[in-house]
């Protein structure tokens, strides 16, 4: 993808936004740990994200595999922004122990979903700790949670921000259904390119 593609995709902004507008925090009962930053990243700073991944060579359309790629350790400027951005604006997003820790955030996956696109219902795995961020860019979608027989579809628009803790880390279940189309709430929304980035801390492994 060029950078003239996510122009295409994404559009563009005349207007510098002069500071953040805090949006609430939305909450869900019946997934404890489960809270939604609806357009929490405005529209120059989804734009910057999403530019700055496509400068640096991710989503590569020359490459092999070029729809996901990992980034450990200490994260690049262009990603690591969001770790003081999220405690200054947003400390309610995390319990203290998760938001006090050093770093919040140590490992990165960027994900690009072509229309219609998903990927299979799963919890992350156990060597990263409690607290997952999980940034969605660029197009609508619907994330399933799902624990037993129990479901609930979630739907992510562009710059919405995702925090997964407690009960909703561990014990749920989230994906995305392959389909060109989403349904939640009586809304039909059609799904375009999406990129999501997904923020997690590797679990410190004693050595004795």
Same mark, same amino acid.
């Given at each position: 993808?060029?950078?003239?593609? /996510?122009?295409?995709?994404?559009?563009?902004?005349? =207007? %510098?936004?002069?500071?953040?507008?805090?949006?609430? $925090?939305?909450?869900?009962?019946?997934?404890?740990?489960?809270?939604? $930053?609806?357009?929490?990243?405005?529209? =120059?700073?989804?734009?910057?994200?999403?530019?700055?991944?496509?400068?640096?060579?991710?989503?590569?359309?020359?490459?092999?595999?070029?729809?996901?790629?990992?980034?450990?350790?200490?994260?690049?400027?262009?990603?690591?922004?969001?770790?003081? /951005?999220? $405690?200054?604006?947003?400390?309610?997003?995390?319990?203290?122990?998760?938001?006090?820790?050093?770093?919040?955030?140590?490992?990165?996956?960027?994900?690009?979903?072509?229309?219609?696109?998903?990927?299979?219902?799963?919890?992350?795995?156990?060597?990263? %700790?409690?607290?997952?961020?999980?940034?969605?860019?660029?197009?609508?979608?619907?994330?399933?949670?799902?624990?037993?027989? =129990?479901?609930?579809?979630?739907?992510?628009?562009?710059?919405?921000?995702?925090?997964?803790?407690? %009960?909703?880390?561990?014990?749920?279940?989230?994906?995305?259904?392959?389909?060109?189309?989403?349904?939640? =709430?009586?809304?039909?929304?059609?799904?375009?390119?999406?990129?999501?980035?997904?923020?997690?801390?590797?679990? $410190?492994?004693?050595?004795?």
């Amino acid at each position: 993808m060029s950078s003239n593609d /996510w122009k295409d995709l994404f559009g563009s902004d005349d =207007e %510098e936004d002069i500071e953040t507008i805090l949006q609430p $925090i939305v909450t869900f009962p019946c997934i404890p740990g489960l809270k939604l $930053i609806r357009q929490g990243l405005s529209h =120059e700073q989804q734009m910057n994200l999403i530019e700055s991944l496509i400068q640096h060579g991710y989503f590569d359309s020359s490459k092999d595999n070029n729809n996901q790629a990992m980034i450990f350790g200490d994260l690049p400027d262009y990603i690591h922004w969001l770790e003081p /951005w999220i $405690i200054q604006h947003y400390p309610d997003l995390f319990d203290s122990d998760i938001l006090n820790r050093k770093p919040l955030f140590d490992q990165a996956i960027l994900n690009m979903y072509r229309k219609g696109e998903g990927i299979l219902s799963h919890v992350d795995l156990l060597r990263f %700790e409690d607290g997952i961020l999980i940034v969605s860019l660029l197009s609508s979608c619907a994330m399933t949670m799902k624990k037993d027989d =129990e479901k609930h579809d979630v739907l992510l628009r562009p710059g919405d921000i995702l925090a997964l803790s407690k %009960e909703a880390r561990y014990d749920w279940e989230h994906g995305i259904e392959e389909r060109l189309f989403d349904q939640v =709430e009586g809304d039909i929304v059609e799904r375009g390119t999406r990129i999501s980035v997904t923020l997690r801390k590797l679990k $410190i492994v004693s050595q004795y």
